[in-house]
């Protein structure tokens, strides 16, 4: 009986033909089957999108303010009394390990004049500070006119201004070598800052070095601000980003280490952020809701299909095919009306995504892993969906699946 | 008498089927029957006679509830699910009252899938497919959909799939139920070109008529062989 041997078996292109004819001849069918998956991963993918796309606009405003930047001052004491830093303060926070860098901003005793015939008190707001050499590049300050303090001409009577401070007294040029009546001396002005938004007091500063600013002005050497950058790994790990800010409250000020006030600029933002994710979870939570839907209506469309195609079913039985043939064809059939109902939805939440994001002028970030995770969930659920109908289509009895129907 | 000295191409011994019910439905009772290579056999009876069920089991699509069906030799009552599934789609080919062609297929398609479970590729199963739609006569109708067909026409395509791979014996159930006088005919008398051309074929019928043009005929009745012409 060599004619008997080996169970029927069928090509991978013959079975992939076999998987789409229900979709090819049952076209409105299928699309609207489609629909429900394509409804539900366009919502998840639509909010992941939105979500990410925020998070990537949060995170251009923070990157350019410097999310990594603390800015350390002398807080309220328990009394009420003037809290004051050590003089070695800044160099203390230097060397806390996931410090980067930090940098001292002392108050200089002396009014900033545009010359010695305009009254003291009008100083316009401008305060006269003696910093380091790292402070520019601490704020991520630019130089727009002229130069920033170097080793040289930091010890002579130069400042560099802010750009409100220079704004206000009048120069709009280093090149004349213009001068500032600054205490009883005047200084040149080597230069000028572009706005800083970050350091909203240096803007309103004129700058010079701490040497000079001894020299003339009998400098309390006490800082009574303290820039530094933190190591920008700590900006994903809240943890330990607040025990740095806790031990740089205690190195400082060891007695009283919460008249410390350490505070970082861009702070601001992140109060929106979480309020972003309790939405995200309650629409993500949506979009699953319709993705379950539309599973339950591709097994509702397949049962039915299966009960239509009773003769069909019938017909491969009595050609040979087994009923794992019949079996894989249902299944096949069903994950593949998921995996059109995902890419449809993918592209729709997409679409969704670019247009909400470029309404609010934001930068569109869709998660290219979501789109992946999108069309694997649907055809995931395709496959459970249609497990229950392919059984019961395998399940029919060949000859009662061919009887006439009348 | 040369018949004979035939390969037997199916044999029935002491087939009996019974449907559960109280009392259990016997619709076949203890059925002998020989079918040999090159026949063309008629199974005629009233309705109720059991022939479908006869049939079924013939084709292997139905067990009996007792007795032996051996097909070329091999005794079917030992095979798996599996072990019918691939008998069936290797060596017989079944021919139905409502032509049962799948829907949003072609003819050519429709008669490919004869042989789509055997594993063969589709350009193989296509040509052959050509050349059996040839043979019944609808080369122009290859790519017509089965809506696009006249009964006659769709039933000529169902033959031509019942024709894929050479089955041991083709199988047919009221096969011109459906069609009117003069296209029964025509179906009939491809049924008798074919069965020149070799093949084995048992046609069920309850039309008497029509089973007095076949070469032999078998008689049912009640579950019953009633008449066996070719006894005679």
């Given at each position: 009986?060599t004619?008997?041997?080996?169970f029927?078996?069928?090509?991978?292109?013959?079975?992939?033909?076999?998987g789409?004819?229900?979709?090819?001849t049952?076209?409105?069918?299928?699309?609207?089957?489609?629909?429900?998956?394509?409804?539900?991963?366009a919502?998840?993918?639509?909010?992941?999108?939105?979500t990410?796309s925020?998070?990537?606009?949060?995170k251009?405003?923070?990157?350019a303010?410097?999310?990594?930047?603390?800015e350390?001052?002398p807080g309220?004491s328990?009394?009420?009394?003037?809290?004051?830093?050590?003089a070695?303060?800044?160099?203390?926070?230097?060397?806390?390990?996931?410090?980067e860098?930090?940098?001292?901003?002392f108050?200089v005793?002396?009014?900033?004049?545009?010359?010695e015939?305009?009254?003291?008190?009008?100083?316009?707001?401008?305060?006269?500070?003696?910093?380091?050499?790292?402070?520019?590049?601490?704020?991520?300050?630019?130089?727009?006119?002229g130069?920033?303090?170097?080793?040289?001409?930091?010890?002579?009577?130069?400042v560099?201004?802010?750009?409100?401070?220079?704004?206000?007294?009048?120069?709009?040029?280093?090149?004349?070598?213009p001068q500032?009546?600054?205490?009883d001396?005047?200084?040149?002005?080597?230069?000028?800052?572009a706005?800083?938004?970050?350091?909203?007091?240096?803007?309103?500063?004129?700058l010079?070095?701490?040497?000079?600013?001894?020299?003339?002005?009998?400098?309390?050497?006490?800082?009574s601000?303290?820039y530094?950058?933190?190591?920008?790994e700590l900006?994903?790990d809240?943890?330990?980003f607040d025990?740095?800010?806790?031990?740089?409250a205690a190195?400082?000020?060891?007695?009283?280490?919460?008249?410390?006030s350490?505070?970082?600029p861009?702070?601001?933002?992140?109060?929106r952020t979480s309020?972003?994710?309790?939405?995200?979870?309650l629409?993500?939570?949506?979009?699953?809701?319709?993705?379950?839907v539309?599973g339950?209506?591709?097994?509702?469309?397949?049962?039915?299909?299966?009960?239509?195609r009773?003769?069909?079913?019938?017909?491969?039985?009595?050609?040979?095919a087994?009923r794992?043939?019949?079996?894989?064809?249902?299944?096949?059939?069903?994950?593949?009306l998921?995996a059109?109902?995902?890419?449809?939805?993918?592209?729709l939440g997409?679409?969704?995504?670019?247009?909400y994001?470029?309404?609010?002028?934001?930068?569109?970030?869709?998660?290219?892993?979501?789109?992946?995770?999108?069309?694997?969930?649907?055809?995931a659920?395709?496959?459970?969906?249609?497990l229950?109908?392919?059984a019961?289509?395998?399940?029919?009895?060949?000859?009662?699946?061919?009887?006439?129907?009348? | 008498?040369?018949?004979?000295?035939?390969?037997?191409?199916l044999?029935?011994?002491?087939?009996?089927?019974?449907?559960p019910?109280?009392?259990?439905?016997?619709?076949?009772?203890?059925?002998?029957?020989?079918?040999?290579?090159?026949?063309?056999?008629?199974?005629?009876?009233?309705?109720?006679?059991?022939k479908?069920?006869?049939l079924?089991?013939?084709?292997?699509?139905?067990r009996?509830t007792?007795?032996?069906?051996f097909?070329e030799?091999?005794?079917?009552?030992?095979?798996?699910?599996?072990?019918?599934?691939?008998?069936r789609?290797?060596?017989?080919?079944?021919?139905?009252?409502q032509?049962h062609l799948?829907?949003?297929m072609?003819?050519?398609?429709?008669?490919?899938?004869?042989?789509?479970y055997?594993g063969?590729?589709?350009?193989r199963?296509?040509?052959?497919?050509?050349?059996?739609?040839?043979?019944?006569?609808?080369?122009?109708?290859?790519?017509?959909?089965?809506h696009?067909?006249s009964?006659?026409e769709?039933?000529?395509?169902?033959?031509?799939?019942?024709?894929m791979?050479?089955?041991?014996?083709?199988?047919?159930?009221?096969?011109?139920?459906n069609?009117?006088?003069?296209?029964?005919?025509?179906?009939?008398?491809?049924l008798?070109?074919?069965?020149?051309?070799?093949?084995?074929?048992?046609?069920?019928?309850h039309?008497g008529?029509?089973?007095?043009?076949f070469?032999?005929?078998?008689?049912?009745?009640?579950?019953?062989v009633?008449?066996?012409?070719?006894?005679?």
């Amino acid at each position: 009986m060599t004619s008997n041997t080996g169970f029927s078996r069928i090509k991978v292109a013959d079975a992939i033909g076999v998987g789409t004819l229900g979709m090819r001849t049952r076209k409105t069918r299928t699309l609207l089957t489609a629909l429900g998956i394509a409804i539900g991963i366009a919502a998840m993918i639509s909010v992941l999108g939105i979500t990410s796309s925020s998070d990537a606009q949060l995170k251009s405003e923070l990157a350019a303010l410097g999310p990594n930047l603390l800015e350390i001052t002398p807080g309220d004491s328990f009394t009420g009394a003037e809290v004051s830093f050590p003089a070695d303060a800044s160099k203390v926070v230097e060397r806390i390990g996931t410090v980067e860098s930090s940098s001292a901003v002392f108050v200089v005793n002396a009014s900033v004049r545009r010359n010695e015939f305009i009254p003291k008190q009008q100083t316009g707001g401008i305060t006269a500070l003696a910093v380091d050499l790292e402070m520019l590049s601490m704020i991520d300050g630019v130089v727009a006119e002229g130069q920033f303090l170097d080793s040289t001409s930091a010890n002579l009577p130069n400042v560099v201004l802010g750009s409100v401070a220079a704004e206000r007294l009048g120069i709009v040029s280093t090149l004349r070598s213009p001068q500032v009546f600054l205490g009883d001396t005047y200084f040149t002005v080597i230069g000028i800052l572009a706005a800083a938004p970050l350091a909203p007091n240096i803007e309103r500063a004129a700058l010079m070095g701490v040497e000079i600013a001894t020299e003339l002005f009998d400098l309390q050497l006490e800082p009574s601000l303290i820039y530094a950058r933190v190591n920008e790994e700590l900006l994903d790990d809240q943890r330990r980003f607040d025990e740095t800010r806790a031990v740089i409250a205690a190195s400082v000020l060891p007695n009283a280490p919460s008249e410390v006030s350490v505070s970082r600029p861009s702070d601001l933002l992140t109060a929106r952020t979480s309020t972003q994710n309790a939405f995200t979870g309650l629409l993500l939570g949506l979009g699953a809701v319709a993705l379950l839907v539309g599973g339950v209506g591709i097994a509702n469309v397949m049962v039915i299909s299966v009960i239509e195609r009773r003769t069909e079913i019938g017909v491969r039985r009595a050609l040979g095919a087994l009923r794992g043939h019949i079996r894989l064809q249902f299944v096949f059939e069903s994950a593949l009306l998921a995996a059109l109902g995902g890419v449809a939805g993918i592209i729709l939440g997409g679409l969704i995504t670019v247009a909400y994001a470029s309404s609010r002028d934001w930068v569109i970030s869709v998660p290219t892993a979501s789109l992946g995770a999108g069309v694997g969930l649907a055809v995931a659920i395709g496959t459970i969906a249609g497990l229950y109908p392919a059984a019961r289509a395998a399940r029919l009895d060949p000859a009662e699946a061919v009887r006439p129907r009348v | 008498m040369i018949q004979e000295e035939k390969s037997v191409v199916l044999e029935l011994l002491g087939v009996e089927k019974s449907y559960p019910g109280n009392p259990p439905v016997g619709a076949l009772r203890g059925i002998d029957l020989l079918v040999r290579k090159g026949e063309l056999l008629a199974l005629v009876g009233t309705s109720g006679s059991g022939k479908s069920t006869m049939l079924n089991v013939m084709g292997a699509l139905d067990r009996p509830t007792a007795g032996n069906v051996f097909i070329e030799g091999q005794d079917l009552s030992n095979l798996s699910d599996r072990q019918l599934s691939s008998l069936r789609g290797r060596r017989i080919g079944f021919i139905f009252q409502q032509f049962h062609l799948i829907a949003g297929m072609s003819a050519v398609e429709n008669v490919s899938t004869g042989l789509l479970y055997q594993g063969i590729s589709r350009s193989r199963r296509h040509s052959d497919a050509i050349a059996l739609l040839h043979r019944v006569g609808l080369g122009d109708r290859l790519a017509h959909l089965p809506h696009q067909l006249s009964g006659g026409e769709q039933q000529r395509v169902a033959i031509a799939r019942a024709l894929m791979g050479e089955p041991a014996i083709i199988l047919a159930d009221e096969l011109t139920g459906n069609l009117d006088s003069k296209t029964s005919e025509e179906i009939i008398e491809l049924l008798h070109q074919l069965n020149k051309d070799g093949s084995t074929i048992v046609v069920v019928t309850h039309d008497g008529a029509l089973a007095q043009s076949f070469p032999g005929m078998v008689t049912l009745l009640d579950g019953l062989v009633a008449n066996d012409s070719r006894a005679a």
